[in-house]
């Protein structure tokens, strides 16, 4: 652990406006994980989508997620969190990758989070495809066990294989998190999976783990205060993950995503339901798919980084109430 000291505001944006510096997220200042033994939660790029199965881009989504929290500030008014004061925040970075080859990234991305974990830092992650998912899943539960894990998506990555022998692709991460025991399917819930299947059996695996998959006919049906009961109920408080894919959300919102499905939720919808995660037992998140060259205007890469910070908001809040 360094002995350096170091700062862990942003940049005062009246001193140097938010146009101006190198983009980091949120402004926070970067520091490399061997150099982050003060940080409480660390935010993580993953420049990766070697295991997206058709619409390429989402490697390029950190960097533009980077650039567009510059439009974030520093206190939430709808829940009186400021969450620099109550908890340690940097950019780390962004982790190690093999453009070329899914095990070896795998590999390298859990080696770059058991450096995270084992510093008791909090992940905060920017996809990337969901892919990624799976090793920060690996790292955090050797030291927390199966974790339960509250996923917003259009589809619910529970798939088999892809053309035959391909066990990793971004629709097959929670499949194999559940099969090497790192997620605890009944305390899984997935909201707003929608969209048309290869075949009705797609999605009969994950519900025979004991998944709880809610289908955006009844996240209607129920509203957004039946969803919230049901995260609750589902996930409990035990050590919970959460993970958001912007494609969760219907395509007038988020546009630059790999695989878009219309018919989602609105993005105050999310916000509201990230809102609701206050009081559970995080143990790290992400928000993953955003392809910014689907969507040029960055439109997607600003709601998935304002998304991201409402998970701050939400670790920082814990860290606070840890601290006390």
Request: hydrophobic fraction near 35%.
């Amino acid at each position: 652990m360094s002995e350096q000291k170091h700062s862990f505001s942003p940049i005062d944006s009246n001193a140097t406006p938010r146009y101006a510096g190198i983009a980091t997220f949120m402004r926070l200042p970067y520091l490399p994980v061997s150099d982050a033994g003060n940080v409480d939660i660390g935010l993580i790029g993953i420049p990766w989508d070697g295991g997206t199965t058709n619409r390429a881009g989402a490697r390029h989504g950190p960097r533009q997620m980077r650039d567009l929290s510059s439009l974030m500030r520093k206190f939430h008014p709808s829940l009186g969190i400021s969450p620099y004061e109550l908890a340690n925040c940097a950019d780390l970075g962004d982790t190690p990758v093999n453009p070329v080859k899914i095990e070896d990234t795998l590999e390298r991305v859990e080696h770059f989070y058991h450096q995270v974990v084992e510093q008791n830092i909090i992940p905060l992650s920017a996809g990337g495809d969901h892919l990624v998912s799976l090793p920060i899943l690996r790292a955090l539960a050797k030291k927390h066990g199966p974790l339960g894990m509250v996923h917003f998506d259009a589809h619910t990555d529970t798939f088999d294989r892809y053309f035959g022998g391909c066990k990793y692709t971004h629709g097959t991460p929670f499949r194999r998190a559940i099969e090497e025991g790192v997620l605890d399917p009944k305390r899984v819930v997935q909201i707003g999976i929608r969209g048309g299947l290869y075949s009705e059996d797609d999605d009969t695996w994950g519900l025979q783990q004991g998944i709880r998959v809610i289908r955006i006919e009844e996240y209607f049906e129920l509203g957004v205060a039946g969803v919230i009961k049901e995260i609750h109920r589902v996930v409990g408080d035990q050590n919970t993950y959460v993970s958001f894919d912007v494609d969760c959300l219907d395509p007038v919102y988020a546009p630059g995503t790999g695989t878009p499905e219309v018919g989602g939720i609105s993005t105050h919808e999310a916000q509201r339901m990230i809102r609701s995660l206050q009081g559970l037992n995080l143990v790290g998140g992400d928000v993953v798919e955003v392809a910014p060259p689907f969507d040029p205007s960055g439109n997607t890469a600003l709601v998935g980084v304002t998304l991201m910070w409402e998970i701050l908001c939400m670790l920082a809040d814990q860290v606070g109430k840890d601290k006390r």
